[in-house]
């Protein structure tokens, strides 16, 4: 493996990825973890791979993909997040904000229960709900339909992963650290391998997923996988002030 003088390391974050593995950790609802200082966080987990340290490398940019929550359907959301987005730019806590968006979309699913032996009904005499005909007898294998409304938040994995490989064929980085556990970006991973080496960073309590495992020796090798633990966002927590931008009570 051929190394520059002094390694660039570009870091990029899935931002909802990183937030809700740490609530996986954490819990929901605990406080004390999510005012992210994300370069710091940056520089803790270049920290664990000796051998790139021992190569001189260092954070050169850390790009944060996320999305804007809805303003109308989660406003203490938004402002908290705003909050957050602003802290992060004063701090200068990371380089490059890349933005997705919510869609908001109207479903219509069965109504279902979970037994006890973890298998999935249909139809359950407990329900408050039941389907009937016209001469009120029970119709039997009857699927209750609701329609709901849901947000889903859209672009974060495609902009991450044009970002990273923009950067790694455009000889922008040297090395790269990846931070989610998004089986989607699988193949971005594997081929930025081939080029520069990558650690893969997992955010949250869950196992590794599948498609991101690889092998430390593929492409140019020295890659590396971690997943991150409590003190790695206990320890890295911006100022709970930065300038007239304060954390969040319940953050």
């Not at 081939?194 to 869950?206: D, I, K, Q, S, Y």
């Amino acid at each position: 493996m051929w190394y520059a003088c002094r390694m660039r390391v570009g870091v990029y974050i899935d931002g909802f990825n990183l937030y809700y593995g740490g609530r996986s950790i954490f819990g929901r609802g605990t406080q004390g973890w999510k005012w992210l200082d994300l370069r710091n966080l940056s520089q803790r987990l270049l920290g664990r791979n000796q051998n790139w340290l021992a190569h001189g490398s260092y954070v050169s940019q850390v790009v944060y993909c996320t999305s804007r929550l809805n303003n109308k359907a989660d406003p203490q959301g938004w402002n908290y997040q705003d909050a957050y987005l602003k802290a992060l730019r004063r701090s200068k806590s990371i380089d490059l904000l890349v933005l997705g968006r919510f869609t908001n979309r109207i479903r219509k699913s069965p109504l279902a229960t979970l037994r006890s032996n973890k298998r999935i009904t249909h139809s359950d005499k407990r329900w408050p709900l039941e389907v009937r005909d016209g001469d009120l007898k029970r119709m039997q294998n009857a699927k209750i339909m609701a329609s709901y409304q849901t947000w889903e938040e859209k672009g974060s994995d495609v902009n991450l992963a044009t970002h990273l490989l923009k950067d790694v064929l455009c000889n922008h980085v040297d090395a790269a650290i990846v931070i989610t556990n998004d089986s989607d970006l699988s193949l971005p991973l594997r081929e930025c391998r081939l080029f520069v080496p990558v650690g893969t960073v997992n955010p949250g309590a869950r196992p590794r997923a599948g498609d991101l495992q690889g092998d430390t020796c593929e492409g140019v090798g020295d890659h590396w996988w971690y997943q991150i633990t409590k003190e790695d966002f206990l320890e890295c927590q911006l100022p709970a002030q930065i300038g007239k931008i304060y954390c969040p009570e319940k953050w």
